[in-house]
Structure formats: structure tokens, C-alpha cells
């Protein structure tokens, strides 16, 4: 069969092989996509060197293979996405042979996203399959390790005034007790929704969240102090569940959904319904792990400190995550400024009159 170009991709070549239809896809020239098809034809007709030769692996199936063993390792969001991002480059680059990647063909799909910041995200996705790929010995090289992440504008951020957050709890009503989880923790709404009764040690005042935001997607356990509100607001909660209080008896999870007995996996308009209700600014659940940093902050506590309480690994992920806004030793600074000006009378202490030099 042909050989064609599509404006704007470049070039692409099909042929049949043995009642199947082979295809690759963005040559720069015709020259080279029918080199590439010589290649190709070659290569099924070749038989293996010997019975330990590994096949060619074909993307398919090198990513079914690879989410085969993530679905284990991730949380569905994360693997759900992942799949997204393969069926997106197969639909882009088709169903090419491992030999036939290149750095090329990638940045050519990753130039299709509509933004940097999905860029990298497809990039980072990319770069794992092909990763595990080259780890396991079926590819030779990484091709998304010649390919630079771009700069991204960071997304802008609602910040929670006090006055909003008091007005959002007042509405809150009975969901009361999941959001003072999620500020007192300052946990990911994931790790409140896995939270168990057995995480909770009341007599030490403790509470205990898991996370696999680690390298490697590990499930790793973090104990926080349990704030005497929260404590209270949950050992109520407890007491309530514990008397039948309209949940199926013996469940694990601290919440649930009343109307499956199960624990949330996603509450998308939760946040948007007592937002209207209390008559403010709609924002995420993020937005309030970032309040109760920024609120730390503003009351004199240490970066380290603050860093400890998120779980981050890093001081460098603590400052990026607060957006280096300004702290109380910035603020004295800036009044300095005000207070210590260092010319009272330009004019004279430049030397600069009548807007000439002497």
C-alpha cells in the first residue's frame, strides 16, 4: 500500500503482511518514511536470532503490559490518566514498533498538547512506560530523556480568606467534620477518604494519614497531632456511628456515603453546593490544604516545620508550594523600607540639581 503525507505531521507509509496491516507514522520526508517501511517489512520477515532473542514489542502492547502492573501500584485518578496518555500517542503515532521510537516522534506529539503544563504532564506519563521498558531490557534508551520539560505558567490559586472559611463551615452543615479533617490534617482529599477508625489513636491524640505521593508510588504511613477540635468533632462522629445513626454497622471507614455504605472515591459537587450556600468564591479542595499552609505561615511558624506537616520531602516542593509569598520577615522588611529611606532629599544626595548634573 501507500505512502502520504498529512500537512503539518509529516509523512506516513501502510502495507500488508501476512492478513495484517502494518503502519508508521511523522517521517519528515517521503525519502525516509519509505525507508522506514523497507525497515519494517525487513524486520517481520526476519526471523529471530536465536529462541532467547526478545520480539519487537509493538506500543500497544508495551503500555497494556506496563498498566497491567500500575493498576497494582497507583490510585485509579493516577491510572486512569496514564491510560488516557497512551491512547492519545497510539491514536497520534499508531501502533509503531519499539525500534521505531524515537525522540522525535514524541516531541511532535507533545507539541499537539494545548498547554505546557499538560505537555509535561504527558511527558512525565511518556517517560515512565518508556522507562519500565528500558529497565526489563525491551528498549534501548528512554526517548523522553533528550526532550527538556517546558516552563509553565502555575495555575491561578483561590486563596481562603478566614472570613470565607468560617462562612464555608457555617453552610457546611452535616460535612462539617470531613472539611475540619481535611484543614486540621491538611490532607489530600484521597487520604481522608481512605481514613479508618484505626487510624485514629485517641488516647495519644493522633491521627494517621497514608500517601502514595512518594517516588516509586509506595503506600507510606504519617502520624499528626490531632487538634482538640477535630478530636472532639470525630470522637462525636464515632459515638453517632456507633449507635446505628443511619449507617450500615461495622464499617471501617470514618466517611462514608450514606446511600452505598462505602467510602467516597470523589464528591465533585460537594464543594461547588455549600460554596453558593454561604455565598462565596467556589474553590477546590486543594485550595484548603493550601489555606492551612498559608495560615502557618502567617503565624510565625518555620518553613521546615510547615514542610513536616504537608509530608513533603522537600523544602524546595514546601517553598514552590506556597508561591514564595511574603512572610513576616518580608513584611519588616518592606517596613524598613518605608521607615529607614535612605535619601531624605534626592536632589541634594545625588548631587542631580535643577535636573543637570554636576
Not at 508508521?24 to 536465536?50: D, I, M
Not at 503515532?93 to 498538547?113: H, M, Q
Not at 470514618?254 to 446511600?259: G, K, L
Not at 514552590?320 to 532629599?345: F, G, I, M, V
Amino acid at each position: 500500500m501507500g505512502i502520504w503525507q498529512v500537512k503539518g505531521k509529516g509523512w506516513r507509509y501502510r502495507f500488508e503482511s501476512q492478513g495484517a496491516t502494518h503502519t508508521g507514522q511523522w517521517f519528515e520526508t517521503k525519502a525516509a518514511a519509505r525507508s522506514a517501511r523497507e525497515e519494517h517489512r525487513k524486520r517481520l520477515k526476519k526471523p529471530p536470532e536465536s529462541k532467547n532473542s526478545p520480539p519487537s514489542w509493538a506500543f500497544a502492547s508495551l503500555s497494556l503490559e506496563y498498566l497491567a502492573e500500575a493498576q497494582r501500584k497507583f490510585q485509579p485518578k493516577t491510572w486512569k490518566y496514564k491510560r488516557f496518555v497512551y491512547q492519545s500517542f497510539q491514536e497520534f503515532a499508531g501502533n509503531l514498533f519499539l525500534d521505531d521510537l524515537s525522540p522525535l516522534i514524541v516531541a511532535r506529539y507533545l507539541r499537539t498538547r494545548p498547554s505546557n503544563y499538560n505537555y509535561n504532564f504527558h511527558r512525565k506519563d511518556l517517560s515512565a512506560l518508556f522507562q519500565w521498558a528500558v529497565n526489563r531490557g525491551l528498549l534501548a534508551a528512554n526517548p523522553c530523556a533528550a526532550i527538556d520539560p517546558l516552563p509553565e505558567e502555575l495555575p491561578a490559586l483561590i486563596h481562603i480568606t478566614p472570613e470565607e472559611w468560617s462562612r464555608f463551615l457555617l453552610a457546611a452543615g452535616p460535612e462539617r467534620p470531613f472539611f475540619l479533617t481535611v484543614f486540621y490534617t491538611l490532607g489530600r482529599v484521597g487520604e481522608i477518604y481512605r481514613l479508618t477508625w484505626s487510624d485514629l489513636d485517641w488516647q495519644r491524640g493522633e491521627i494517621r494519614l497514608f500517601t502514595r505521593k512518594r517516588k516509586g508510588g509506595e503506600l507510606e504511613e504519617d502520624w499528626l497531632p490531632l487538634a482538640p477540635e477535630l478530636q472532639e468533632t470525630l470522637w462525636g462522629l464515632y459515638q453517632r456511628r456507633a449507635s446505628g445513626a443511619g449507617f450500615p454497622a461495622g464499617t471501617p471507614y470514618v466517611f462514608i456515603n450514606p446511600r452505598t455504605g462505602s467510602p467516597y472515591t470523589q464528591r465533585r459537587k460537594i464543594l461547588r453546593t455549600i460554596c453558593r450556600r454561604a455565598g462565596i468564591r467556589e474553590f477546590g479542595f486543594h485550595a484548603i490544604r493550601h489555606l492551612g499552609a498559608d495560615w502557618l505561615m502567617n503565624h510565625g511558624e518555620d518553613l521546615r516545620t510547615i514542610s513536616r506537616y504537608l509530608r513533603h520531602k522537600s523544602l524546595a516542593t514546601t517553598e514552590k508550594y506556597l508561591r514564595r509569598r511574603p512572610d513576616e520577615s518580608l513584611r519588616r522588611a518592606s517596613r524598613t523600607l518605608q521607615n529607614k529611606k535612605p535619601l531624605t532629599d534626592p536632589l541634594i544626595k545625588t548631587g542631580h540639581e535643577n535636573g543637570s548634573p554636576t
